[in-house]
């Protein structure tokens, strides 16, 4: 099971941590289009719950979910040596649906 964040912080370094591996991983995928063209098909699913739960954030918005986060089902159905930071993402989505670890 993921780790959660522990305190609000902690969260939002998380969120801001997933958007630049995404972001990383975008890079990589326009430099080695050959290896990395399976990644075009689902990287823009990875990225918008992150940039909606960001964008929640800066507005004040943000509110705990009770389902999993919509890229969990991209995480389970492509190869894990394609999204090298799906744990972060676990993290993330643990943390959305179960609230802070602050024990």
């Not at 992150?50 to 159905?77: P, R």
Request: proline share 2%; glycine share 2%; with cysteine.
């Amino acid at each position: 099971m993921a780790q959660r964040a522990r305190n609000s912080a902690e969260y939002i370094d998380l969120i801001k941590s997933a958007l630049l591996e995404i972001e990383d991983l975008r890079a990589t995928m326009e430099y080695d289009e050959e290896s990395m063209g399976e990644v075009a098909s689902f990287i823009d699913r990875l990225k918008k719950p992150i940039d909606d739960i960001h964008q929640q954030m800066l507005n004040n918005e943000y509110c705990w979910g009770k389902d999993d986060l919509d890229f969990i089902k991209v995480i389970e159905q492509v190869d894990e040596r394609l999204i090298p930071f799906a744990e972060l993402l676990y993290r993330i989505n643990a943390t959305h649906t179960k609230g802070l670890d602050a024990a």
